[in-house]
């Protein structure tokens, strides 16, 4: 029963780069595990990192990985995405998820609750 809310996106040019901010309400998300998605047009959602419930575990698609940070404030009720060295590949709407199902999960399947997505645009 948790809301998450996304924001932070926006048009960069290629090289720079994007702080994503996921804010949840309804309930803490210190016991759920938290992903970030993404969607580029015509294609199928795709993971991009997840973080534990309780931050032991983090994973990174090998497209993002030394690139993207995933972090949560469970004090904060809020999840980042640090988006360094963006690439015109990246541009998609960027989902935040929550599962309670799971204590860590790179599969959509198991994320119970999404976000509404924000726009990413990389330049070339």
């Known amino acids: 029963q948790v809301q998450l809310v996304e924001s932070g996106g926006g048009l960069v040019q290629a090289g720079g780069s994007l702080r994503l901010s996921c804010a949840a309400s309804g309930r803490t998300i210190s016991s759920y595990a938290m992903g970030w998605f993404r969607q580029a047009p015509g294609k199928e959602r795709e993971f991009v990192t997840a973080i534990s419930w309780n931050g032991g575990t983090i994973r990174y698609a090998d497209s993002v990985k030394g690139r993207f940070t995933i972090s949560r404030d469970n004090a904060k009720n809020t999840v980042y995405l640090q988006m360094n060295s963006l690439k015109p590949e990246d541009t998609a709407v960027y989902y935040c998820?929550?599962?309670?199902?799971?204590?860590?999960?790179?599969?959509?399947?198991?994320?119970?609750?999404w976000g509404q997505g924000t726009q990413v645009t990389v330049s070339s």
């Open positions: 998820a929550a599962s309670g199902q799971t204590p860590y999960s790179v599969s959509r399947g198991l994320y119970d609750y």
